[in-house]
């Protein structure tokens, strides 16, 4: 069974709320009633290991490594693709 609550009322009655969501229950809060969003029991997951942190990181930024194989990203072809290559240098190397 579900409680069904305005979002006003779950910000006045949010310990309670949350002591029924850990009873078992689920919580819809609706404006205007309509359903916004359900409050759930947090799943419990076990803690990640250093090892199993720095795999999901290497695989984030790993993913765009099949889109830029072959792309010339030198710094010379970079500028080369501005249509004003030395724009940078114009606006802060050269302080007149």
């Known amino acids: 069974m579900a409680i069904h609550v305005n979002i006003g009322d779950s910000r006045i009655r949010l310990s309670e709320l949350l002591r029924a969501v850990q009873a078992g229950e689920r919580v819809n809060i609706q404006r205007d009633g309509k ?23 290497r695989a984030a930024f790993g993913m765009y490594r099949e889109a830029f194989k072959g792309a010339d990203l030198s710094l010379e072809a970079l500028k080369a693709d501005r249509i004003d290559p030395d724009e940078y240098e114009r606006k802060f190397d050269n302080p007149a």
């Open 35 to 57: 359903p916004e969003a359900e409050i759930i029991p947090a799943r419990e997951t076990p803690p990640l290991t250093r090892e199993q942190i720095a795999a999901k990181r």
